[in-house]
């Protein structure tokens, strides 16, 4: 059994169900859980962290992400181009996939979610390369081995150029294919206990590279299951016009048509919605991953994200892909969220404290969780503590809403995931960044650098 306690915490912002922020506490966990939280604990306990100055929070849960995209950032031909043209391009890239540039993006994607106080994360992997076997379960092996609470999910792209959709063929799979790798990656790794480190979602990319027999079949498949269902949905024009003229019918009518809608959906953007489309994400309790800054930087829109919760969805927020955001810090993308939400519904609609709310208990419920994304006894010792005595927060009167309206490099101080430290004093004890940028370096040079 091991202990970590953490003494005099400046601010404890639990995110439990009363909001509850308190001052001057301590957290004790034993292994993988919270056993205590409040003033003077005593304790025998095996590390002590100072939390004297520090913030803590629920560890981030991130709900959209593409790892294997952290290889991809940045490219000159693509940093000023919109969704469809970036995605054509960068098919072509991605095809050549391999188990080292997979196991490195991993490694960079959950380095970076770390750091920036993310303990949970989902990520949507949906290459499949025809040459290469099984680079997804190099994604999850490594992610595992690193420690993050993990919801890899099994994607898949099974309409291509040829059938009316985007991807080229040499990233398309059949549909037997795909579901029979869902059941493999399930039985393999799929866990339905609380506290569990990995749950297999299933996720078809997206209405414009997907066939609807796999849409239909797929959610049929993770209902027996019981398992989440993840697409993209609703991101661009571009695509509501792919939807209209193949479909006859809005992307959120699409889903209602092939049986995709739900608490246990979640979809990616929802940036153009109508307000009956709103209204059927809002009655069926369906569930959305924002990913502000992937939306800002393609020039997609602005969700409408506190209409969607006065509707009744459940929003969360993801970082979205590196090649497109192209970070993986959840801190970030929180003061994102808020900003961007005053800009498409007024500055009151998004208060500091919302913004927090659904990074940390909005993600656990879009995951189907109720056993992270708080700070309270008996939920899981996933903890972000931040550092309050900086230049950035001098002269600051609220705390808590300092870390997103101030702050210089959005970066935890302290992050504790499933009960073990991940990052001291900024630093990552997971491996050595320097080893691991270069490693990328390498693989990016190999495999990246001949195909731009
Ligand atoms: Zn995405």
């Known amino acids: 059994m091991s202990n970590i306690l953490i003494k005099n915490i400046s601010l404890c912002a639990c995110m439990d169900d009363g909001a509850s922020e308190l001052k001057d506490c301590d957290i004790l966990t034993e292994d993988n859980r919270i056993k205590k939280i409040g003033v003077g ?8 962290i100072d939390g004297k100055n520090k913030i803590a929070l629920p560890g981030f849960v991130n ?84 420690g993050l609470r993990f ?29 029979k790798d869902t059941e493999r990656l399930l039985k393999k790794y799929h866990d339905y206990q609380d506290f569990a480190m990995t749950r297999i979602v299933n996720a078809p990319c997206s209405p414009f590279s997907v066939s609807t027999g796999i849409m239909k079949e797929s959610i049929l498949f993770a209902r027996k299951h019981r398992i989440l269902s993840h697409t993209h949905l609703a991101e661009t024009i571009d695509e509501e016009e792919f939807c209209k003229e193949k479909f006859g019918a809005t992307p959120v009518k699409y889903m209602e048509q092939v049986g995709w809608l739900g608490k246990d959906v979640l979809f990616a953007h929802c940036v153009h919605l109508s307000k009956d489309d709103m209204k059927l994400l809002g009655g069926t309790g ?35 892909g590196s090649a497109s955001n192209d970070s993986s810090n959840m801190l970030l993308e929180v003061r994102n969220a808020m900003l961007v939400a005053r800009v498409r519904t007024g500055v009151e609609s998004m208060p500091a404290r919302d913004a927090f709310y659904m990074a940390t208990r909005g993600g656990a419920k879009a995951l189907g969780r109720n056993d992270i994304g708080e700070l309270s006894e008996g939920k899981a010792a996933d903890i ?15 705390a808590l809403a300092a870390l997103l309206f101030c702050g210089r490099d959005f970066t935890a101080s302290d992050v504790i995931c499933n009960g073990k430290i991940v990052v001291k004093n900024k630093q990552l004890q997971i491996f050595d960044e320097k080893e691991i940028f270069d490693e990328a370096g390498k693989i990016f040079r190999r495999d990246i650098a001949p195909n731009l």
């Open 151 to 179: 919801h890899p999910t099994r994607g898949s792209m099974s309409l291509s150029v040829k059938d009316g959709g985007l991807p080229p063929d040499s990233v398309v799979q059949k549909d037997e294919e795909i579901l």
């Open 41 to 48: 604990i005593k304790a025998d306990a095996d590390t002590v």
């Open 286 to 320: 369906s569930c959305v991953a924002h990913c502000p800054t992937s939306n800002l930087r393609l020039g997609s829109g602005i969700a409408p994200i506190r209409t969607l919760m006065e509707n009744g969805a459940t929003v969360s927020i993801g970082v979205d």
């Open 63 to 146: 709900t959209h992400h593409h790892f294997y995209q952290t290889m991809t950032r940045a490219l000159p031909r693509v940093t000023d181009a919109k969704l469809f043209d970036w995605l054509i391009y960068l098919y072509r890239i991605w095809e050549h996939l391999s188990p080292e540039w997979v196991e490195v993006s991993t490694k960079l994607a959950v380095g970076e979610l770390f750091l920036s106080g993310c303990t949970t994360s989902l990520d949507h992997y949906y290459v499949f390369p025809q040459r290469t076997e099984n680079l997804i379960d190099v994604e999850i092996d490594t992610a595992r081995k690193l």
């Open 384 to 398: 972000a503590l931040y550092e309050g005595r900086d230049i950035a927060f001098g002269g600051t009167g609220d």
